[in-house]
């Protein structure tokens, strides 16, 4: 069955940096494309970034283009956001995804706090 496992998430202080990870199993990783999103408290789930395949191109929300990069290592069924400039608003519950034909996929969430 499909699994997709965050971990990285934490308490970091406006600036800071952190370093998410979600680990892939039970399928294809290498075919398909991987989303971040997040989900801060009373708002809806956000589209952060969206990784192809290769990780050769990478889509952003215009709110983080700026500051975080996504990644991904396939021979490690990995996807990865690194997230820099940490601002407040950034705070929220980050999900990685994957749509596998009709069916859309989601970890259980790491939490992101920013705060001083």
């Known amino acids: 069955q499909v699994q997709l496992v965050e971990s990285g998430g934490g308490l970091v202080q406006p600036g800071g940096s952190l370093r998410l990870s979600c680990a892939a199993s039970?399928?294809?990783?290498?075919?398909?494309?991987m989303n971040w999103y997040r989900q801060a408290p009373g708002r809806e789930r956000e589209l952060v970034a969206g990784?192809?395949?290769?990780?050769?191109?990478?889509n952003y929300a215009v709110s983080v283009e700026d500051r975080f990069a996504g990644s991904r290592d396939n021979a490690k069924n990995a996807v990865y956001l690194q997230m820099n400039s940490l601002k407040p608003e950034d705070t929220g519950v980050y999900s990685c995804?994957?749509?596998?034909?009709?069916?859309?996929?989601w970890g259980q969430g790491t939490q992101v706090t920013v705060s001083s």
């Open positions: 039970g399928f294809t990783f290498s075919s398909y494309a």
């Open positions: 995804s994957v749509r596998l034909r009709d069916r859309r996929y």
């Open positions: 990784i192809d395949t290769v990780g050769g191109s990478t």
